[in-house]
Structures are given as structure tokens and as C-alpha cells.
């Protein structure tokens, strides 16, 4: 691997995590830069969900006084997404 390549996912990963502590969306940027350099687009796909994973944890972290004023309506979506998520994909094949 280039240094080059080295460089652009470093500051893919960097960009990447603070667009999610703000916003969400930076797999966006580490799956692009990651299939740019050539990694396949399974792996890259995984590596970039992987590698998400800390800054989910850190922003849960920084967002929990947010997060405590309204678990209950969090927990009736995670409650009602999870049947649909599992029967959409049955009923679309």
C-alpha cells in the first residue's frame, strides 16, 4: 500500500468520524475511499462498519443526557422496527 493511500484513509477515517459524532453518514467516506484503493467492495463495506463502531460509542457517550429525556419513544421504534426489518426482506424476495 502506497503512502498515498496510507494518507487518504487516514483522513477518510478522521473526516468520517467527525461527520458521524455530528451528523451520521461518514461510512459514506471510509466505504469510497476504501473501495478507491481497491479493497473489495464486501470487505470494504465491513471494515467501514467495523471501524464506525467507536465513535457510535463515543457519541452515544456525549449524546446520553439527550438520549435519557427520551429512551421511551427510542424503545417503542426499536420495538416496532425490529418485526418490520424482519419481515420486509421475506416479503420482498
Same mark, same amino acid.
Given at each position: 500500500?502506497?503512502?498515498?493511500?496510507?494518507?487518504?484513509? *487516514?483522513? +477518510?477515517?478522521?473526516?468520517?468520524?467527525?461527520?458521524?459524532?455530528?451528523?451520521?453518514?461518514? =461510512? *459514506?467516506?471510509?466505504?469510497?475511499?476504501?473501495? *478507491?484503493?481497491?479493497?473489495?467492495?464486501?470487505? +470494504?463495506?465491513?471494515?467501514?462498519?467495523?471501524?464506525?463502531?467507536?465513535?457510535?460509542? =463515543?457519541? =452515544?457517550?456525549?449524546?446520553?443526557?439527550?438520549?435519557?429525556? *427520551?429512551?421511551?419513544?427510542?424503545?417503542?421504534?426499536?420495538?416496532?422496527?425490529?418485526?418490520?426489518?424482519?419481515? +420486509?426482506?421475506?416479503?420482498?424476495?
Amino acid at each position: 500500500m502506497t503512502i498515498e493511500a496510507i494518507a487518504l484513509l *487516514f483522513a +477518510a477515517g478522521l473526516l468520517s468520524g467527525m461527520v458521524n459524532a455530528i451528523a451520521g453518514g461518514g =461510512t *459514506f467516506l471510509t466505504f469510497g475511499a476504501l473501495s *478507491f484503493v481497491g479493497i473489495p467492495p464486501v470487505v +470494504a463495506n465491513a471494515t467501514s462498519s467495523v471501524t464506525q463502531l467507536p465513535g457510535y460509542i =463515543t457519541s =452515544t457517550l456525549a449524546y446520553w443526557s439527550d438520549i435519557k429525556q *427520551f429512551w421511551r419513544g427510542a424503545l417503542i421504534l426499536c420495538l416496532g422496527s425490529g418485526p418490520i426489518n424482519w419481515v +420486509a426482506p421475506t416479503v420482498a424476495a
